[in-house]
């Protein structure tokens, strides 16, 4: 009877300690309700899939393509009226002009939907896709669909139906001018479901490196990384980083969840690469070359200042 009744104990706080709703693992405590990134499968099936992202991007294991050649970006460098919301997760901003790329081994055209960020906690690790097991402070994510589709539902149901630009951010000593007003309005929009209108026009290019430092990226299939986390991406990573200073990062962790914690360490956990391969365009191959010859320079250097 006891043992019967321990189970039956246990059972119940598996209840209470199990949520409808998902949420980071930073999240996950007995009384937050809700399931971590370890049972997003239970809240989409599709989560449990092989092509998950993000993923670690293992540069020597990489394959050169010559496909994959320079984006043509249009609309870009229109300014735009546009709001943002805390939606409990993240925060998000509709675009609201056409806004396209193309090129880059690209099937189609795509057109800009949103972006939205995932960060750590003040400045430390947070991105979601790393580079050898590095993972950056930050990542942003452009989301585009194919220009067919009128909705992103629709574009899901594609297998190729999105693409993404994910960028890294890398902390700096001084801070980015350009993000000057995308940092103020954060203040705007603490807690969930807020929302606010930037108060001037801002544009895409505002917010990435400069077109000439776009060359270097890598390519693989991959899924959203949060639920539903349908397998429907063409996900491009791109290898030069924005830089922001510690302060800029951090005001990002004075963002509030839907139960008013601290919104940190926004990311999901790498994925499997299963039989996947990561692409890498003709300039990602120069970069990551150039960043081995100034290692190995560093290190020739100070193994001969040792001695």
């Known amino acids: 009877m006891q043992k019967i009744r321990a189970l039956l104990l ?3 706080l598996a209840q209470i300690c199990t949520g409808a709703d998902w949420c980071y693992q930073s999240q996950v405590t007995c009384e937050s309700h809700c399931k971590g990134p370890r049972k997003w499968e239970e809240e989409s099936s599709t ?17 050169p393509d ?19 919301k805390n939606n409990g997760h993240s925060v998000a901003v509709n675009i609201p002009h056409m806004a396209t790329i193309s090129g880059g081994n690209l099937e189609t055209t795509y057109k800009a939907v949103q972006f939205h960020l995932h960060w750590g ?3 430390g690790p947070g991105s979601e896709h790393t580079i050898d097991g590095e993972q950056y402070p930050m990542e942003l994510h452009i989301v585009h669909m194919k220009q067919k589709f009128s909705s992103l539902s629709e574009a899901l149901q594609d297998p190729t139906g999105v693409a993404v630009l994910g960028f890294f951010y890398e902390v700096s000593k001084l801070p980015n001018n350009k993000y000057g007003q995308l940092i103020k309005i954060l203040e705007s929009v603490p807690t969930k479901n807020a929302s606010a209108t930037f108060s001037s026009p801002l544009s895409l290019n505002q917010l990435i490196p400069r077109e000439q430092n776009l060359t270097g990226y890598y390519r693989y299939e991959g899924s959203l990384t949060t639920p539903g986390c349908n397998e429907a991406v063409v996900w491009t990573v791109f290898q030069d980083p924005i830089p922001l200073d510690r302060n800029q990062l951090s005001a990002f962790s004075r963002l509030k969840f839907h139960d008013g914690t601290s919104m940190v ?19 990602a191959v120069v970069l990551a070359s150039l960043a081995l010859l100034l290692a190995s320079i560093s290190l020739t250097f100070g193994l001969s200042h040792a001695n």
């Not at 010559?66 to 943002?84: H, K, N, V």
């Not at 926004?266 to 003709?282: C, E, K």
């Open 265 to 283: 360490d926004t990311f999901r956990p790498v994925q499997p690469l299963n039989d996947r391969t990561v692409y890498r365009s003709g300039s």
């Open 47 to 63: 989560c449990g899939g092989r092509k998950q992202s993000p993923i670690n991007i293992v540069t020597r294991k990489t394959i």
């Open 66 to 84: 010559e496909r994959l050649t320079p984006f043509q970006f249009s609309g870009y460098q229109q300014a735009f009226r546009s709001s943002i």
């Open 10 to 12: 246990l059972a119940t």
């Open 121 to 123: 906690r003040n400045g």
